[in-house]
């Protein structure tokens, strides 16, 4: 019965930390940019400006916004 | 069946010609992609040089915050200068990624106007701006790299005005991302010239092209 309770508490513990993991929220985790979209297959200028249009800059972060909240707090 | 023998050897000897030789672009994008990685190397060893920092850091940031009594606000504050640390790696990483698809794009641009060339085209222009772009992703690259080395400290003098501080530390990050965002932009609109010059000498092949310089 005990060992059980253990397993089953591993598990959960387990699951959890993978979620968290996996969503970069774990304390000091740094998170990822996102991925950029695949280059196209050929050189013809047609597909040059695809990837040139395909690829964005991304104007802020996220992260600013949590810690404008977080201000709120000091 | 002499002839038909000689024929099979033929189509089989040019089947595997063609077979072994890539296109020209991806030859170009397979030098630039190990350029690239060797990059990646260096900048592996810079970034795990930077989280020992960080954590360095850490263990000397309750000194820097003596002023602070309140052990929540200064468990808040250390959350935060970690997010400041956080904010940058990512912000800097995404433009390096950037301007590393700009290189691959570069490489396509350069391989079409070799085929320009060879096809008997004067690509003097095209081969001025592809200069110019690399000048610029060259440029930019070191823009980010020293943004990805700075480091935003909170120091707190008065536990009162730790809330201002803090805030005009933040303004200084998002300050010195939009200026570093500014020089990827300028190599992305460098390498746009390119294609335009490009777009002019060879026309366009395979639909209308009409690359916008503003990111989207």
Do not use: C
Not at chain 1, 12 to 21: G, K
Not at chain 2, 63 to 87: G, P
Not at chain 2, 101 to 112: D, G, T, Y
């Amino acid at each position: 019965m005990k060992r059980s309770f253990i397993i089953i508490l591993i598990i959960i513990t387990a699951v959890v930390f993978y979620a968290l993991w996996s969503t970069g929220k774990l304390p000091g985790q740094l998170t990822e940019s996102e991925p950029l979209l695949t280059l196209t297959a050929t050189d013809n200028t047609s597909d040059i400006e695809k990837d040139l249009n395909n690829l964005t800059i991304t104007e802020e972060d996220d992260g600013f916004t949590e810690i404008n909240s977080d201000l709120n707090s000091l | 069946m002499k002839f038909l023998l000689v024929w099979l050897v033929l189509v089989i000897f040019v089947g595997n010609v063609f077979a072994e030789t890539p296109p020209s672009w991806q030859t170009r994008r397979e030098e630039v992609q190990t350029r690239i990685e060797e990059r990646r190397e260096e900048l592996q060893v810079r970034k795990e040089e930077r989280l020992a920092s960080v954590s360095a850091r850490r263990e000397e940031i309750r000194t820097r915050l003596q002023a602070v009594r309140d052990e929540k606000k200064l468990q808040l504050l250390e959350k935060i200068e970690e997010k400041f640390a956080q904010i940058n790696q990512r912000r800097t990483g995404h433009f390096l990624k950037v301007l590393d698809r700009l290189r691959e794009i570069l490489a396509k641009i350069q391989s079409r106007t070799d085929r320009a060339e060879a096809n008997g085209k004067n690509v003097s222009g095209v081969d001025a701006a592809i200069a110019k772009a690399t000048a610029a992703i060259d440029a930019a690259e070191t823009a980010v790299n020293t943004q990805a080395d700075k480091v935003y400290e909170i120091t707190v003098s008065d536990e009162t005005t730790a809330r201002n501080d803090v805030g005009a530390l933040m303004k200084k990050l998002q300050e010195d991302l939009r200026v570093t965002r500014d020089w990827v932009q300028k190599a992305r609109t460098a390498v746009f010239d390119s294609l335009q010059a490009l777009v002019q000498v060879v026309g366009n092949d395979g639909g209308v092209a009409t690359p916008s310089a503003t990111p989207t």
